[in-house]
């Protein structure tokens, strides 16, 4: 009996450290990445999008904060590889780290479900997980800084802007596609596999001559979204609006098509304000599409239950009973309380 503890014990200790070293990775990745997009705000290099603050919120919604030190050794990876981390780096690390498990936090304190398939959770995600908690990551990361002297006090607030909303803009586009990948998001349907290649032709074809071309046609993406939501929902919205996302960026820093003739600061807001549009709609409304969804499932287990019902009585029958629904209570890592039960647990 102890030999089987021990080796649980030890199963456990090594898939949690498998876990950590994992997430510390893709933060890492993910972080380079980000950095291929980085725009000049005030002297100093921003990032429109920065992926690893949705890395980040979506492990700890998967796993729980018991996968914090792979975020915070991510994290110093990416700084090692920018400059030599000095004693004054703690607090941007302290604030990368902190402000993904606050937003986990939140979201966990609000019934957040992992699979956003309400309203709320949307909203949630939204205004808590990324607008709200992403403040911490910005006034550590802009406030060191400016306490350093490597940025004066009257930066602050626009290379701070820049911050808060490409940390907040890595939460809205990256997290609910991770948590897609990750399964925990609802199936991926490839049943309209058909309805799917078009969509992804006329995105392919689409949204590069919306955002090259110098006209300015970066509404023309919407429809697009719009589609993705209704037929794909959270799977087909995310990934069309983060290609949108990464291509617009992509031609911000070279000042092109849309972004022709516009001063930095405006490139700045113009890309930013696009990226929020498109991650707002890819989020709520493929969020309100699956909440009707389940309201429409709902109803229909309902009215079948009525009808046997019906069918009982007319033939002078005592009606079934109904079926009984146990009620679960949630496990700590249920998705009632903001991370998911992962198979076999």
């Known amino acids: 009996m102890a030999t089987v503890l021990v080796t649980r014990r030890y199963r456990l200790y090594s898939e949690a450290v498998l876990r950590t ?3 510390a990775a893709l933060y890492y990745v993910a972080g380079r990445v980000g950095l291929l997009g980085g725009l000049t705000v005030e002297g100093t290099t921003v990032t429109p999008i920065w992926p690893p603050t949705g890395v980040a919120v979506a492990a700890l919604l998967v796993y729980g904060v018991s996968v914090w030190p792979g975020i915070a050794v991510g994290s110093l990876l990416v700084i090692a590889s920018l400059t030599t981390p000095q004693p004054a780096t703690i607090f941007t690390l302290a604030g990368n780290t902190l402000a993904p498990i606050c937003a986990w936090l939140m979201l966990r304190k609000v019934g957040f479900q992992v699979g956003v398939s309400r309203v709320r959770d949307g909203l949630a995600l939204v205004f808590l997980g990324g607008l709200g908690a992403m403040l911490i990551s910005a006034t550590a990361g802009v406030g060191l800084q400016v306490v350093t002297g490597a940025l004066g006090t009257g930066e602050f607030w626009s290379v701070w802007l ?17 948590l897609v990948l990750a399964g925990v998001a609802g199936p991926v349907e490839f049943t309209r596999w058909k309805e799917m290649l078009c969509l992804g032709l006329a995105v392919v074809i689409i949204v590069p001559l919306a955002v090259l071309g110098e006209l300015s046609l970066l509404f023309l993406v919407f429809p697009l979204l719009i589609w993705a939501a209704l037929r794909f929902q959270l799977a087909g919205s995310m990934v069309c609006a983060l290609f949108a996302s990464v291509l617009t960026t992509f ?5 092109q098509g849309a972004f022709l003739g516009l001063s930095a600061v405006e490139v700045m807001v113009k890309l930013q304000a696009f990226n929020g549009a498109a991650a707002l709609t890819a989020l709520m409304l493929s969020a309100m599409v699956a909440e009707q969804r389940a309201t429409r499932r709902s109803v229909q287990d309902a009215c079948r239950e009525l009808a046997e019902v019906l069918e009982h009585l007319a033939a002078g029958e005592s009606p079934p009973d109904p079926p009984v629904r146990h009620a679960v209570r949630p496990r700590p890592d249920d998705t009632a309380t903001g991370t998911a039960t992962r198979p076999g647990a």
Request: aromatic residues 8%; charged residues 10%; without cysteine.
């Open 162 to 178: 820049a911050w808060w909303v490409g940390d907040a803009m890595g939460v809205l586009l990256v997290t609910p596609l991770l």
């Open 251 to 255: 031609e911000a820093n070279t000042q």
């Open 21 to 23: 070293l994992a997430v």
